[in-house]
């Protein structure tokens, strides 16, 4: 089992920059690959970012490619999204998740295959 949960979301102007944390429960997180996902309002959750069990391999939505960061310590357990030039379009609520990875560079991009989720932060960019 692992838990969870997601901080740093808030209320920003267009251009700004945020950073998520995912904080997560247990002692195997290095064996979880992470992602981060969002969901706006009438939309479906889609993906945003995901990073590999030792944070060697990425991948990123081409909505969010260089602006957004994923990164992790697997010595505090957890997750960033760090998260530049921000705009109005991605307003929504940001969930972070996890799924044991099958090989040490496996990132993940299909929000199916993931076993845990976080609560969810709102991020809101205002224009």
């Given at each position: 089992?692992?838990q969870l949960v ?29 992602g981060w996902f ?11 970012a995901a990073i ?76």
């Amino acid at each position: 089992q692992v838990q969870l949960v997601e901080s740093g979301g808030g209320l920003v102007q267009a251009g700004d920059s945020l950073r998520l944390s995912c904080a997560a429960s247990g002692r195997t997180f290095n064996n979880y690959v992470m992602g981060w996902f969002r969901q706006a309002p009438g939309k479906e959750r889609e993906f945003v970012a995901a990073i590999s069990r030792g944070g060697g391999s990425t991948d990123y939505a081409d909505s969010v490619k260089g602006r957004f960061t994923i990164s992790r310590d697997n010595a505090k357990n957890t997750a960033y999204l760090q998260m530049n030039s921000l705009k109005p379009e991605d307003t929504a609520v940001y969930y972070c998740a996890a799924k044991q990875g099958l090989f040490s560079n496996s990132y993940y991009t299909d929000r199916a295959l993931y076993n845990y989720w976080g609560q969810g932060t709102q991020v809101t960019v205002s224009s």
